[in-house]
Nanobody, 115 residues
Framework: QVQLVESGGGLVQPGGSLRLSCAAS????????MSWVRQAPGKGLEWVSS????????YYADSVKGRFTISRDNAKNTLYLQMNSLKSEDTAVYYC????????WGQGTQVTVSS
């Protein structure tokens, strides 16, 4: 069955960096459009970034543009999110999602930005 497993979250100070990973299994990862979506405490889901199946195109929410970079390694069936210049408002649970309609989700990884 399809499985998405996020990792790499944690506690970081404002201005710091983290790299999230999403390991995929049970599917032909290289065929799928992938996204990162986050949910801050007490708020709804917010789309963060997406990437084409071959990595040729990437998209970002205005709130993270210039600070976050989405990438993928299809040989390793892994999606990444490099997060730099982190702000307190980036605190959230980060999920990877498969497909343009978010057909499958991982369990999420917590990112906390605090001094």
């Amino acid at each position: 069955q399809v499985q998405l497993v996020e990792s790499g979250g944690g506690l970081v100070q404002p201005g710091g960096s983290l790299r999230l990973s999403c390991a995929a299994s049970g599917l032909t990862f290289s065929s799928y459009y992938m996204s990162w979506v986050r949910q801050a405490p007490g708020k709804g889901l917010e789309w963060v970034s997406s990437i084409y199946s071959d990595g040729s195109n990437t998209y970002y929410a205005d709130s993270v543009k210039g600070r976050f970079t989405i990438s993928r390694d299809n040989a390793k069936n892994t999606l990444y999110l490099q997060m730099n210049s982190l702000k307190s408002e980036d605190t959230a649970v980060y999920y990877c999602a498969l497909g343009r309609l978010y057909d499958y989700w991982g369990q999420g990884t917590q990112v906390t930005v605090s001094s």
